[in-house]
């Protein structure tokens, strides 16, 4: 085909305000050929998948890499929209199994390719993983104890919204971009990891030569406007992409309508890099709030606890992430890798012969 594809990122599995939430089964749901990929820790899932991926993209097919925020630079998925297939791992914290076997989903285990490993390492790969869910727990107790804190600021500053002037806001931009198609697909925008927040918001929005920007706190009315708007454009069949926070995960972030080229986005404080053509709304400005309010000078020390608790739960993915490596170790070892080589090529025969 020639020239590299292009390939994007997306976070499509985090730990949030209610527990483990992944949208790998719905972003399957329909596609032509899926293979699940079913395997401890390092019987070489992401690899398998990584590889496809480059695989396919040397050959000049579009990729998108499927992340969890758990590890973002191992990949859960692989999706190739061209040939209508993905790869995907299908024993996350929520496992996936095939709805059709064998004739949409095809499941590979990855256990056939290993000898098992060591009858002397079992109690301590039992007691890593043990750690691992323990620490898993307690990340998402720290996210819930976020959203929680966020949910009394964002309650606080809903009720001193002129709302007028919000509904004006919001006639205003469906006038510019609403014009006339429904598909949607979900996605988490920004999720906590162990390396910190992080984000694929600058690139997921690269192509949308309009960006609406709403700048503010939890409650200052940019998720209003974004939930209005999607309405006004589910009504004229828009195919959409909803980008959900990573924490709270009733919260979106980001709607792209790409026939549009238009992005919607509430930014907290979400690093964006702004540009031409970019339209920043500060929503503060629509808040009818006394400074002098004790809940205002009460709202720093909330926010301050937000981090202290954002840090906390950072610490415990990251004592997750050393456990997981750890456990790796010993699956990996005991791994026929050849073999594994032999058949990600028989896959990758498979998408481009059905294709």
């Known amino acids: ?69 758990l590890d973002p630079v191992t990949p859960d998925g692989v999706y190739i929209p061209q040939l209508d297939a993905a790869v995907i791992n299908g024993s996350l914290k929520i496992p996936v199994d095939p709805q059709y076997p064998q004739i949409r989903e095809i499941m590979i285990n990855l256990g056939e390719y290993s000898e098992g490993i060591a009858a002397g390492d079992s109690r301590t790969v039992i007691e890593l993983l043990d750690c691992i869910k323990a620490s898993q727990e307690q990340t998402i107790r720290f996210v819930q104890a976020i959203t929680e804190a966020r949910q009394v600021i964002r309650h606080f500053n809903n009720s001193h919204l002129d709302m007028a002037a919000i509904q004006a806001l919001i006639n ?27 984000d694929y918001i600058d690139d997921l929005s690269r192509e949308c030569q309009k960006r609406y920007i709403f700048k503010g706190g939890p409650g200052s009315g940019g998720s209003i406007i974004i939930a209005h708007l999607i309405k006004q454009a589910r009504q004229k069949g828009y195919a959409l992409e909803y980008y959900h926070c990573g924490m709270e995960y009733d919260q979106l972030v980001m709607v792209i309508i790409r026939s549009l080229q238009v992005a919607l986005i509430e930014t907290d404080k979400v690093d964006i890099e702004f540009r031409q053509g970019d339209k920043v709304v500060d929503m503060q400005k629509f808040l009818d709030i006394d400074n002098g309010d004790p809940f205002c000078l009460n709202s720093s020390e909330t926010g301050r606890r937000c981090e202290t608790l954002l840090l906390q739960a950072q610490q415990e993915l990251v004592n997750v992430q050393k456990q997981t490596r750890l456990v790796k170790k010993y699956y990996c070892e005991a791994m026929d890798f050849e073999r594994l080589d032999q058949k990600r090529a028989e896959v990758i025969k498979d998408i481009l012969k059905s294709g």
């Open 1 to 69: 085909m020639g020239k590299r594809g292009n390939t994007r990122y997306s976070f499509v599995s985090s730990f949030t305000n209610l527990g483990f939430r992944t949208f790998v089964p719905d972003l399957i749901d329909g596609i032509r050929k899926v293979f699940i990929l079913k395997g401890a820790p390092g019987t070489g899932k992401s690899t398998f998948i990584r590889l496809v991926g480059e695989a396919l993209s040397e050959q000049g097919y579009d990729i998108e890499y499927w992340v969890s925020s």
């Open 172 to 198: 205003e931009i469906c006038g510019r971009i609403m014009d006339h198609r429904t598909a949607e697909r979900h996605y988490f925008a920004r999720t906590i990891t162990p390396d910190g927040m992080a």
